[in-house]
């Protein structure tokens, strides 16, 4: 592996039961910490319903992503970004998450990043 | 006069659609094949998520259908592209090569050269070492 920090994007649109995209996206980011790199993950539309906490097991009988979204900051992996249009979208507030996140202004987010990958 | 030639690119793609059922596989393979003639070339797919049915060796569309497997082993005969395939991924939709199918005592395997098996630290590494990552996603 190559010595450069690449600061990795990974946006996260879907909802975290229905469909594999959350879980396949947060694993991509917790190897990619684990490969050194400095990751941010933002939060847009139904992915934002990840962070709700209590979350169970979805249709598809696999592991909930509560507990990857748990483990994140024992992977340095602390810059989660949520837009407030997705939180109005949805009827939440940013207090009713299950973790710290900030505001995020995507272009700027995307702008900053070396590689973005979008699930 | 001559138009002038881009800088030539070193391509990772990344392709997470099916083939057959959605349409970005057969896109990443147009752009892929589009690609030298502007002096460009793809290094490495990474195939995750549905993407890695890509992969399938036993894949058999009707005659008059383009033959996905196929083209991406021209895509790998052409410009020496790795094609790899994420294996949590694979092996959960039933995607194994010789070894995992004997490791896992299955009767048959369904992926072979030149498609490998392997790390999501290799998407990370792609991102890294080529000029370019592109997602061909569903």
Not at chain 1, 82 to 93: C, F, I, M, N, P
Not at chain 2, 62 to 84: A, F, I, M, S, V
Not at chain 2, 109 to 136: K, M, S, V
């Amino acid at each position: 592996m190559s010595e450069n920090v690449q600061r990795l994007l990974i946006i996260i649109r879907h909802s975290p039961t229905g469909s594999s995209w959350v879980r396949e996206a947060l694993e991509t980011a917790l190897v990619g910490a684990a490969l050194g790199q400095s990751i941010s993950l933002l939060f847009m539309g139904e992915g934002v319903l990840a962070l709700l906490p209590a979350q169970q097991s979805g249709p598809l009988g696999q592991k909930g992503t509560g507990a990857m979204i748990d483990v994140l900051p024992m992977y340095d992996i602390e810059q989660l970004h949520v837009t407030d249009a997705s939180l109005e979208h949805l009827g939440l507030r940013r207090s009713q998450l299950a973790c710290d996140t900030g505001p995020a202004e995507p272009a700027e987010l995307i702008a900053q990043s070396d590689l973005v990958l979008n699930f | 006069m001559h138009e002038e030639m881009p800088l030539p690119m070193n391509y990772a793609l990344l392709v997470m659609g099916a083939p057959y059922s959605q349409q970005a596989a057969h896109s990443a393979l147009r752009f892929a094949m589009a690609l030298p003639a502007r002096g460009h070339r793809v290094g490495t797919v990474f195939f995750y998520h549905d993407g890695v049915y890509n992969a399938s060796r036993l894949m058999t569309p009707p005659r008059d259908e383009p033959h996905l497997l196929e083209r991406w082993c021209e895509l790998h005969d052409q410009q020496q592209t790795q094609l790899l395939v994420c294996v949590a991924s694979g092996l959960r939709r039933g995607l194994l090569d010789q070894r995992e199918a004997q490791r896992h005592e299955r009767e048959a395997h369904t992926l072979e050269a030149p498609f490998e098996l392997t790390g999501l630290g290799q998407l990370i590494e792609a991102g890294l070492t080529h000029d370019r990552l592109l997602t061909f996603a569903p």
